[in-house]
Each structure stands twice: as structure tokens, then as C-alpha cells.
């Protein structure tokens, strides 16, 4: 009954809703409880090890047959610039002072890891149905090795640009990711935050340019987010903010108040908390040295200083200097089983597709 039907025969899911992967939030079980009720679940690998993977995923493979995408970031390790990481440790040194922290302590070292060969290996061991890319994709000969194990690949493209560059490098679909989407903007080709657009206006153009199939991401938390995007063409919906309120999402505490208040809190993009921009619900740290700070340091070396912050801080309930990632739509969730929240999702859509929104 979906009007398009193309993402679901190629990935062979049931519904075309695919969980979003998203560092930090969730693992194998949000993966299964998706999977398990129709949809594509998802394993976000940017803050695994390899071993970690194995794991990750020899559960899932315990306890499903379904079908499972895997997520890496394609970002470049950045050169060593140790006068900006330094002008960065001094603008966060009050905030170690109040806290009783050293502020000449080295900075933590970010664990976010791009794809690379151990990575690769594991794929080609573990044969995961898709695997998908996030700031582009890795460079050729590890892409072709990803494609000779027969999985689908899938990767972000915040502008028509980029959409068209990842066609013609093999993508077996594309996830237009809008403006409002919550965590990274995949964006590769540019690094302008300023000219980037939304779902409703993306999702339509990507449509038109690409021959294959386009995921629609970004402020989709329910069923009229997910009927719109197939009347603008889309074939699937990826969805991220609304997974963050279920039980199986593995969110700090003080993130999960912040999501359930989110229709009185304000979003923003940010780059400091890694370095990049991303979408979270604007707390302490973003108001008053950004949201997007021209000091901080490359992606992913950001992170490195504010981790004390945060170590310090969260036991004590404060949201204050963490990530509190979300898109636009947070206050369109509610908390239920990831389960019960994909059928309800495509119940809804559904209806709406087949019925119009007015009956």
C-alpha cells in the first residue's frame, strides 16, 4: 500500500522507516526492537572499536534474521594544530576552575573514528545487508571493497550537490537530510551552515536530480512527517529525535529531561562539542561560547577538552557541558517501545496516505 516501494524491496524491510544511526544513543537492542517490527535498524559504529562491532552485532544476529545497517563517519583526521587546541583549552578554562578541574590538564583524545581498513575487514567478515556513510564516503578502494560484499550503500547529502556526487560514486540510495535533522549535518562538499536548507525543500530537489531512490531525514517524528516526505517523492523515511524518547535508546538521564521538555526548549546548531556542526537543544556551554565558536577545533578534537566537563558535571543531574543532540520536531514525541513506535509511525502515515488528512 506505500505509494513507493522501491527502498523496502531493496533493503527488504517491511516498512519504510529506517532507525537513524546515532553515536552514543543506541546499540544492538534499539537496532532489534526496530528491525524486529518491520523497519531497518541501525548500529552506529563512530564510537566503536572493531571488537566492539563483532559484538554489537553478533547480538543482533542472535536475536533477529532481520536485515542491519551499519553506520561509519568518513571524516579525514585533522592536522595538529596545537595553538588553536590551546586557544580552545583557555576559553573552556573557567568553566574548569569552577568545577575544580585543572585547566592545564591534557586534552582527552576523541574516539570518534573515521572508516578505515579495520573497519572495512569487519564488514567484509560480518556482512552486514547495508552499510551507510555519513560527511560523504571513504575513498575508493575501501568503497569497492564494501560493495563486493553485495551490501547496499547508503550515504547523507544536505544539498543537490552533494546527492548528485554520491550517485555517481555508487550510492544505492540517498538520505536527504534537512536542515532540522538533530546530531552532524553530513554535510562534505561545503562547509557553509548558512546555506543549508530544509527537509521540505531538499527532498524534492534531491528527487528530481538522482536516479535512485532518496531517504527523507530531518523533523520527521510522525506520521505526517512521513506522509509528507512521500508526497515529495521520497521512498523512505530516516528518523532519529523520536527513537531518543524509547527505552532502549541509551541517552544520559539529563538528555532524556531535556527531549521530554523539548517543545519549550530551543535547538541550534553547534560545532562545540566536536568541532563540527550539529543539531542539539540548546544548554550552558552552547549559550555562552557559541553555538558556533570560531576557536574551536577541528572535528572530532572539540570534544576532547569538554569531556572533564562533562564527567564532572553529569553525576550530578547537570545537562550543562554535554551534547543533548535533537532535531526540530522533539516535541512531536512521545515515549514508547522502539517497536511499538515504528508500527505506530507507519500506522499513522499509512492512514494518511491511503485515506487523505481530512477523512
Not at 526540530?328 to 499513522?348: E, I, K, V
Request: proline share 8%.
Amino acid at each position: 500500500m506505500w505509494p513507493d516501494q522501491r527502498v523496502m524491496q531493496m533493503l527488504g524491510i517491511d516498512l519504510p522507516i529506517i532507525q537513524a544511526p546515532m553515536a552514543g544513543a543506541g546499540l544492538s537492542d534499539l537496532a532489534v526492537a526496530v528491525a524486529e517490527a518491520g523497519g531497518l535498524g541501525s548500529l552506529p559504529c563512530a564510537l566503536l572499536t572493531p571488537d566492539q562491532l563483532r559484538n554489537q552485532l553478533g547480538i543482533f544476529r542472535q536475536k533477529t534474521t532481520r536485515p542491519i545497517n551499519i553506520n561509519f563517519f568518513c571524516h579525514e583526521a585533522p592536522a595538529p594544530d596545537g595553538e588553536r587546541e590551546a586557544a580552545w583549552q583557555r576559553r573552556l578554562a573557567p568553566y574548569y576552575r569552577e568545577l575544580g578541574l585543572d585547566p592545564e590538564a591534557p586534552a582527552t583524545a576523541s574516539n570518534r573514528a573515521p572508516f578505515d581498513d579495520a573497519f572495512c575487514d569487519m564488514v567484509e567478515e560480518l556482512r552486514p545487508e547495508v552499510v551507510s556513510f555519513h560527511f560523504g564516503l571513504p575513498e575508493g578502494a575501501l568503497l569497492d571493497r564494501v560493495a563486493a560484499t553485495g551490501a547496499r550503500i547508503l550515504s547523507s547529502a544536505t544539498t543537490v550537490d552533494e546527492a548528485r556526487w554520491l550517485e555517481d560514486r555508487g550510492c544505492h540510495a540517498i538520505i536527504a537530510q534537512g536542515y532540522e535533522a538533530g546530531g552532524h549535518r553530513g554535510m562534505f562538499r561545503t562547509d557553509t551552515v548558512a546555506t543549508q536548507i530544509g527537509t521540505l525543500s531538499l527532498v524534492p530537489q534531491v528527487v528530481d536530480a538522482v536516479r535512485v531512490p532518496v531517504i527523507a531525514a530531518g523533523g520527521i517524528a510522525d506520521g505526517r512527517g512521513i506522509a509528507a516526505a512521500f508526497m515529495l517523492g521520497a521512498s523512505a523515511v530516516q528518523i532519529g529525535t523520536a527513537y531518543l524518547f524509547t527505552p532502549e535508546a541509551t541517552i544520559a538521564e539529563p538528555h532524556r529531561r531535556a527531549l521530554a521538555a523539548g517543545s519549550d526548549r530551543e535547538t541550534a546548531l553547534t560545532n562545540v562539542f566536536t568541532g563540527r556542526p550539529a543539531r542539539g537543544i540548546v544548554n550552558r556551554i552552547m549559550r555562552e561560547v557559541g553555538p558556533i565558536a570560531p576557536e574551536a577545533p577541528q572535528f572530532p578534537l572539540a570534544g576532547g577538552a569538554l569531556a572533564p566537563l562533562r564527567s564532572a558535571s553529569e553525576p550530578e543531574g547537570s545537562e550543562d557541558f554535554m551534547s543533548l543532540w535533537s532535531g526540530q520536531s522533539a516535541g512531536l514525541s512521545r515515549a514508547m517501545p522502539a517497536g511499538d513506535l515504528t508500527r505506530n509511525l507507519a500506522d499513522q502515515a499509512l492512514e494518511l496516505l491511503v485515506r487523505g488528512p481530512n477523512r
